[in-house]
């Protein structure tokens, strides 16, 4: 089971998630979507498509554009589609 924790606080725990370039995915019903709040942030893969961000909110500390999740990506990462993913700090084990 793959667990994502900031801030001493679990944003997301699953058996499902989906590795993709040594990055977990978490299905969005295993992550704790109240934790996230949508960023500007965008950038774009050449093979996957464009990202979107959320911050991560945990009581009233702030990890920027922490998390990201392809919501249209292409065909070649159709398996990720919704899926969220972390990193800046988020230790996913």
């Known amino acids: 089971m793959a667990t994502a924790t900031w801030n001493g606080t679990v944003i997301a725990q699953s058996d499902e998630t989906v590795q993709v370039e040594g990055n977990h995915y978490f299905p969005p019903h295993d992550v704790d ?3 996230l709040r949508p960023s500007d942030t965008t950038t774009v893969c050449p093979w996957k498509g ?5 911050d991560i909110v945990v009581d009233d500390a702030i990890n920027p554009s922490a998390a990201w999740h392809y919501p249209n990506p292409s065909p070649a990462a159709s398996d990720i589609a919704g ?3 972390f990193w800046n700090g988020v230790d996913v084990t």
């Open 83 to 85: 899926y969220i993913a």
């Open 33 to 35: 979507l109240t934790r």
């Open 50 to 54: 464009t990202a979107s961000y959320f």
